[in-house]
Structures are given as structure tokens and as C-alpha cells.
């Protein structure tokens, strides 16, 4: 019973993180910011096709390829079909990246989500000709409470209110890292045999091909501009491991996800550093 109460508060800080997180993202967005998407109409398409498309697609073929056990499997193509976190823009921004688009880009995918991920699921269920076994009732859930209801609510009180937004924003940011980081560290602490026990039975590289081919995928869609091609690539190879978990459990309560997810969040790390390394490289001397 203890360790059913200690999974179930683990979820829970994960969910609030996201929700902080998204919240502070909603309170530095205004409506005229969503303007450059209408300026670059094929841009936007190219990243709705790489992340709801492409991805959720490669994940379903990794499961079957590598004959990856149920409970990976499942954490693939939720991992997949999750919407971007608004933590890339941070690290977008790291590397040089077009912040305006990432920023933008984060809160289109945010809205668009509830009707999206849904769908996802539904088609990839008809393109395989086999269940995936979420329900995408729970998923558009999901979707609404952790990023469109947040989102709304930030932008709100950015419209009414922008003073007071601009001030607690740097508070709430940091409240959703503090959150995100106790969660990510528990579950570690928890798991770390069990994450360890993944990396001889094919997960490691199923994992690893995910991410390779996102960050291949939003490069290439990305367009000519580095800058574009740095946001799309990040936003196509990675996501918010909280998300992935909270769309799991709620399909499957009583299977551990949290290895399978850890390994993905480290994997990612250590893939994504040296594209980051690389762009920064050729957007510096691209200036």
C-alpha cells in the first residue's frame, strides 16, 4: 500500500509540474504572438506532420520491429503521441535557436493536442490493424488539464493583468522545475535496477533509433534556416517525460512506466547534446 501511495504521489508532482510549467508558458504568450504562424503557414505544417504523424508512426514501427515487451511499448507511443513540453524553448534558446517560433510553436501544439493526440491514436489503430490499448477519451483528457486549461489560464492573466504575470512568471517557472526534478529523481531512485535491466533487451535501441530519427525528421522539415531547423528537431526527437507517464497510468494503473521513461529522459540527454553542439556551431558562423 505504501508503494501504491508513494507511485501515486510520484504522478501527482509530475502532473503539477506540468501544469506549472505550462501555466507559465500561458503568461508570456499574447494572441498577436500566434501572427508568425500565419506567416509561415508551410512552416507550421511541416511541424504537425513531423510530430503527430511521423513519430507516433516510427514508434509503432520500433515497437513491432524490435518486439519490445508491452510495458515499453506502451511508454513509446506515449512518449510519442505527447505533446511538446514547453521546456524546449529553454533549451532551443541554448543553442541559438528561433525562440518566437518555439515559443509559438509550443502553445499551437498545446491547443491543438486535445483534437490531435486523440486522433493519433485512432489512426495508428487503423493503420496497424491492431488495438494500442489507450483510450483516447483519457488521452484528449490529459491533453485539456495538462496543457489547453493551464495554457488559457496564463494567457488570460497575461491579458488582464500583464504586470502581475510578468512578476510571478519566473516563480512559477521555477516551482515547475523544482517539481519536475523531485519527481524525475524519485522515480530514478526507485527504479534504477529496473532501468538498468532495459538497456540488454532492445529498448536502449529502439529508444535510441526514436530519438535519432526525430532529430533527422525535424531537420529535414525544419527547412533551410538552422534556427528552424534547431526547434523542430528538439520538438520532433523530444518529450515531457512527466506527460508520457501521466498518459500511460491512465490507461494502464497498475504497470510501472517509470524505467522505460527514465531511460528515454537520459538517452535523450546524452543524443541530443552533440546535434545542440553542432547547430550552435553553424548558426554562430551562420551570423
Known sequence: ????????????????????????FGLKLALEDFLCLVRRPGLFARSLVAL??????VAVLLVQLFGLRHVVGVALIAIAISPVPPLLPRRESNASG????????????AFASIVVVPMSVGVLERLFARPLEMAPSAVARIAFVSMVAPLGAGMLVRALASGAAAAIEPVVSRVSQVLLGMGVLALLGGTASAVLALVGDGTLAAMAVFILTGLAVGHVLGG??????????LSSACRHPAMAVSIAAANFPDEQFGPAIILYLLLNIVLCAPYLTWQKRRIGLAV
Open 1 to 24: 500500500m505504501a508503494t501504491l501511495d508513494l507511485k501515486h504521489l510520484v504522478v501527482l508532482t509530475l502532473q503539477v509540474s506540468i501544469f506549472c510549467t505550462v501555466f507559465g
Open 52 to 57: 503527430f504523424v511521423v513519430m507516433p508512426i
Open 98 to 109: 528561433a525562440a518566437s517560433y518555439a515559443m509559438v510553436l509550443m502553445a499551437a501544439l
Open 224 to 233: 533551410a534556416d538552422p534556427r528552424q531547423q534547431v526547434v523542430l528537431a
